[in-house]
């Protein structure tokens, strides 16, 4: 079955950088590549989705790319400011055929003042 | 819509005991998903239903644990007899079929066995 590896596991970083996280599949069948970000006791939300018929989409100050020929996508973070600290964890899922999303283990993002 | 609606928020027990949590998926979605969250593993997919069928259990980590949506509108995931390495949090989420949909989760049930 589907494996997501999602690294680092957590990154600190000024505010004002970049942050950056990788994950890569196992599935090449795999067409949908979500993330989610979850706050402190909350529930992990979407905050961008890619199809594996685009290679990058962008909304304001995050950014996902994806290389379906390496099977690897990335989250970029601009700019960073403090409420962009959680855990960010990225999926994989192949809509259309089992649909189940499969999750990376997460990355903790740590925005330093 | 109040979105996917978990019960209870928390819940603890003792070792041995029936745990039955409670999700309600939002109206008109296909796909209801239980994931189990932990610091060492992450988000863990135990089981997905598709209109109300288990589709795969495979992530489901013995028989202890068991799960049912008897309508489109009410799933259970149960454990029993609980250990204290269930301690977890517990995601229900749903999306719908369509492709530009994403899965919504909701607040999760921190589950304690002691």
């Known amino acids: 079955g589907e494996n997501v590896e999602q690294h680092p596991s957590t990154l600190s970083v000024q505010e004002g950088d970049s942050a950056v996280i990788k994950c890569t599949y196992s599935?090449?069948?795999?067409?949908?590549f979500p993330w989610y970000k979850q706050e402190l006791g909350k529930r992990p939300q979407l905050i961008i989705d890619?199809?594996?018929?685009?290679g990058e989409k962008k909304d304001q100050r995050i950014a996902v790319t994806l290389n379906k020929t390496a099977k690897h996508f990335s989250l970029h973070i601009t700019e960073t400011q403090p409420e962009d600290s959680a855990v960010y964890f990225c999926a994989a899922s192949i809509r259309g055929r089992d649909d189940k999303i499969i999750f990376g283990k997460g990355t903790r993002l740590h925005i330093l003042p | 819509d109040a979105g996917v609606i978990q019960s209870p928020r928390h819940e603890v027990t003792e070792m041995g005991q029936e745990v039955t949590l409670r999700c309600k998926p939002i109206s008109g979605h296909d796909y209801l998903f239980w994931y189990r969250q932990t610091m060492m593993r992450g988000l863990e997919l135990l089981i997905y239903f598709n209109n109300n069928v288990p589709i795969d259990d495979s992530g489901m980590p013995e028989d202890r644990f068991s799960a049912k949506m008897p309508n489109a509108s009410f799933s259970t995931l149960k454990i029993q007899p609980s250990e204290p390495r269930d301690s977890a949090v517990y995601f229900c989420?749903?999306?719908?079929?369509?492709?530009?949909?994403?899965?919504?989760f909701g607040q999760g049930t921190r589950l304690t066995v002691v």
């Open positions: 989420a749903s999306s719908a079929q369509e492709w530009s949909t994403e899965a919504f």
């Open positions: 599935d090449s069948a795999s067409n949908y």
């Open positions: 890619i199809r594996s018929n685009v």
